[in-house]
């Protein structure tokens, strides 16, 4: 087991470094000159050249890697053009904010959708399974910003129950916090639920086929241990693998529906720092991305077992 | 009848939902009290649909549309779902065909076991375990308490069938459904299997109810057998009687599709063999990981054969022997590492001078037929597509070859433009032989070539290989693991364990007098087959007389 973990982990360190150099690579080759950029026009050419000095520009390229590579190690991704804050901390900052909205989506778009795939599945071709399918497969088809400006509509202009616009943290006042979150939430739930919905109905299609479910039932057990006990295991893995790669996904990049219900997450503060040529921001968020991507998939990963056995045999 | 039923099925139809097509027609049948009853049938005959349906498991897709099943005096087919679910697995036990999925593997096989038992009987913990760990230990799991702990894809899988069978059993059934029970397994392990079974099943007055389409495994076992064909019963009665006297064509049908003993053909013995195998080894390169490195297996310790010109070879072998391998490193699909195969007198190998000319006249013909033909190629195509290395053969040429050829294997030119899916397994395993023999190669390489069909199919398709065989006149490795189809068409016979040939010699000299033990454990796991008057045959076990040596089992 151990060493299952520790390769799994290990197999972690090319993707991550690729990734490093990619994304030095794609600033380096965008025309301009950060440290022109950063002075702007009130440049002057000894000002310019000391500020290439401190930036480490007169580097060579591999030697400028080495020392962006070394300095993301002690947890440092530079400073901020445009506001001079340190990269790191504002973009953990910002990811927790996404991150709340995109977890607890998840995990609900998770408990919804896994039984529902497998009632599904296990009723098939039925008006329920139609239903289901059906609601599954509009969910999945609406764009997120769509959906949530429906939200919005509904909810917030219509019916007034919900704020419209903006962001409260938890600590400022908890209430008001969750007002304005769930709508967010409330997007990436239903179309997330559709993606989950159709893939656990297919991988229990798959498993219900198969003799030990003819067997479970041949024991006497009731519909419900043969769901439960015997279909959920086998059928859940490939879910969990789809939830990994779902979670990934989304807390890189929920940028348009922060951009929709104007959320200080993540995603926005790419999109804004892209617009504002803040390469180290843009340079760590990229890289904090990867990260978290890389990261999750490898929990899912080694919490696969626990669904399949089968897996650490190999 | 005098007799008292265990279970009376009484005009049984099953319709298939959507289109009303009627799969199982008015099926009537009954099992007395520790009875043992075969249904026999190939593929579509309805024979597991009708087995499932006796406990309510037929697929979703089909619906019971008729008939009544009374199990000690209830009508299952009235009964509510609780209260047949009460008779599942502790009245009504089933074993499946497939023991790669027929335990759940997710769930330790300790708990599945107990899971039956916790549901029908009231025992505490304690008491189920014991009861389990002493099943286990009647079926031959060697470490009991230890497979409690363990997951199904840690055994193999004969181990995996027993302790299915010690899962069924435990709960004492009245009726034991088989379901094709030992079909994925070796011939020497599906005779323990069966043999364990029918002890089990006799010293608790189990009768069972045994579905399969290997009449003569049936035979071995049954007191009665029912023999299904497209959904119906066409003859029924004991198993003596049924073979001997077989009334329904269909039967009589099966059992000349039966393989037997042909005479012995003349070959001239002093020829050159045409192909030479030496000290061939083959070894599987171990997986080199980014962090370990397993050492590769050796499949084959050099390996030794002649094949002469027109001479039948069978190589015959556990699942695990290498005969595969030996045939695929033989075509030059895998590189032998050390050894040397010599094609009409002269070395070959990839690469070599003759290699090309060595390629164009050795063929392969694979087992399954669904997975061997380009599902995207029209049968003309695919047939055509092994003509296109000869260079001095027109377009013109070919087709008219290709014509030819399917002809031969008796599909005609009414099949060209087909696709395999539009095809039978027999109608695809003659494109595959035509495929082979398009270029008229002088040696053929076929792979448990008839394996995956009916027994029907299977008889005409060996017919067919055996017929154009006499005619093009070229020399066939024939590898199966089912020695009843080697007796039928092999000149010699080589016999592999491990990696290493064990036997070999004249057909009639291996069947006959058997020298090595583990030929004789092969040959003891099937029937020999006598045929009497009628139509009918007589079963044999072979050697039952001699000693069962310590063979490992496969």
Redesign the interface.
């Known amino acids: 087991m151990l060493?299952f973990i520790?390769?799994r982990v290990?197999?972690a360190v090319p993707t991550l470094f690729i990734m490093a150099v990619s994304v030095f690579a794609l600033i380096r080759f965008i025309p301009g000159d950060p440290a022109a950029l950063m002075l702007g026009d009130m440049a002057d050419p000894a000002g310019l050249s000391d500020l290439r000095e401190r930036l480490g520009l007169n580097h060579s390229l591999p030697v400028q890697f080495a020392i962006w590579f070394g300095n993301i190690f002690q947890g440092d991704l530079g400073h901020s053009i445009t506001s001079s804050q340190p990269v790191l901390p504002l973009i953990l900052d910002r990811f927790w904010i996404s991150a709340k909205i995109v977890l607890i989506a998840v995990l609900f778009a998770t408990l919804v959708a896994v039984p529902a795939g497998m009632i599904a599945a296990w009723r098939?071709n039925s008006l329920l399974d139609l239903v289901l399918v059906g609601a599954a497969t509009i969910l999945l088809s609406v764009p997120t910003f769509w959906l949530g400006l429906l939200l919005l509509i509904l909810f917030g202009l219509k019916l007034e129950w919900l704020p419209i616009v903006g962001y409260v943290s938890f600590s400022e006042d908890p209430l008001a916090a969750l007002l304005y979150i769930v709508m967010p939430i409330a997007t990436l739930f239903l179309h997330e639920m559709g993606v989950l919905i159709r893939m656990s109905r297919a991988s229990t299609l798959e498993v219900l086929r198969?003799?030990?479910i003819?067997?479970?039932?041949?024991?006497?057990?009731?519909e419900g241990a043969v769901l439960m006990?015997?279909a959920f295991?086998?059928a859940f893995g490939p879910t969990w693998t789809l939830i990994g790669l779902v979670l990934g996904n989304l807390l890189g990049g929920i940028a348009v529906v922060e951009t929709v219900f104007t959320i200080p997450g993540l995603g926005r503060l790419l999109v804004d720092s892209i617009f504002a040529r803040d390469y180290p921001v843009i340079q760590g968020c990229l890289l904090f991305i990867a990260f978290v991507y890389v990261v999750v998939n490898i929990v899912v990963d080694l919490l696969y077992p626990v669904?399949?056995?089968?897996v650490t045999?190999e | 009848m005098a007799r008292t039923e265990l279970l009376q099925v009484e005009g049984l139809s099953l319709v298939v939902a959507r289109t009303e097509l009627e799969v199982v027609k008015n099926v009537s049948f009954s099992v007395a009290p520790g009875e043992i009853v075969g249904i026999v049938g190939e593929s579509g005959s309805g024979k597991t649909l009708a087995a499932r349906s006796i406990m309510a498991l037929e697929p979703p897709a089909t619906r019971r549309a008729g008939g009544s099943i009374r199990f000690e005096g209830k009508d299952l087919a009235q009964l509510p779902p609780r209260e047949l679910r009460r008779l599942r697995g502790s009245r009504i036990g089933m074993v499946f065909q497939e023991p790669m999925t027929s335990l759940n593997p997710s769930m330790l096989i300790g708990r599945q076991l107990d899971e039956g038992l916790a549901l029908h009987r009231d025992l505490d913990a304690k008491e189920r375990r014991a009861l389990i760990l002493d099943m286990l230990r009647r079926v031959g799991i060697k470490d009991p308490e230890g497979a409690l702990e363990a997951y199904p894809h840690q055994f193999s899988g004969g181990m995996r069938q027993r302790i299915m069978l010690a899962s069924v059993m435990l709960l004492q059934p009245a009726l034991l459904v088989a379901d094709e029970p030992t079909t994925a397994l070796d011939a020497v392990v599906q005779r323990d299997v069966l043999e364990l079974m029918v002890e089990l099943t006799r010293a608790r007055g189990t009768a069972v109810l045994m579905i399969s389409h290997d009449l003569s495994m049936v035979a071995r076992y049954t007191d009665r057998i029912i023999v299904m064909c497209k959904g119906e019963i066409v003859e029924q009665g004991t198993t003596q009687d049924l073979l001997r006297q077989p009334r329904h064509p269909y039967t009589q049908k099966l059992l000349a599709a039966m393989p037997r003993r042909l005479p012995k053909r003349d070959l001239s013995t002093s020829v050159q063999p045409i192909v030479e195998v030496r000290d061939l080894v083959v070894e599987y390169r171990g997986r080199q990981g980014f962090f370990r490195k397993e050492s590769g297996k050796r499949a084959l310790h050099g390996v030794s054969l002649a094949i002469k010109p027109r001479e039948v070879v069978a190589l015959v072998g556990g699942s695990g022997s290498g005969k595969t391998t030996l045939g695929r490193a033989i075509a030059g699909l895998l590189d032998p590492a050390g050894g040397e195969i010599r094609f009409g007198g002269r070395s070959v190998r990839r690469g070599s001078e003759d290699w090309g000319n060595y390629r164009l006249n050795c063929q392969m013909v694979f087992q399954d037929p669904y997975s061997s033909l380009d599902p995207r190629m029209t049968i003309a195509d695919l047939v055509r597509e092994a003509l296109r290395l000869v260079p001095e053969m027109g377009h013109r040429e070919k087709v008219e070859r290709v014509s030819e050829i399917l002809h031969d294997v008796g599909l005609g030119d009414a099949f060209a433009g087909r696709y395999p899916h539009e095809l039978s397994g027999g109608q695809r395993q003659r494109v595959a032989i035509a495929r082979a023999l398009v270029r008229r190669p002088a040696f053929v390489i076929a792979d448990e070539p008839v394996s995956a069909l009916d027994v029907t199919v299977r008889a005409q398709v060996l017919d067919l290989f055996a017929d154009l065989q006499q005619r093009h006149g070229f020399s066939c490795l024939f590898i199966s693991h089912d020695l009843g189809v080697v007796e039928q068409i092999a000149d010699r016979v080589i016999v592999m364990q491990d990696g290493r040939i064990v036997e070999e010699g004249d057909r009639d000299t291996i069947f006959d007098q058997p020298q090595d033990p583990y030929t004789i454990k092969l040959l003891s796991a099937i029937p020999a087959l006598e045929a009497a008057a009628n139509g009918g045959v007589r079963l044999r076990w072979r050697f039952d007389d001699m000693p069962q040596g310590d063979v490992a089992t496969a």
């Open positions: 060493r520790a390769r290990l197999m098939q198969l003799d030990y003819t067997h479970a039932r041949a024991k006497g057990l009731s006990r015997h295991k086998n669904f399949d056995p089968r045999a």
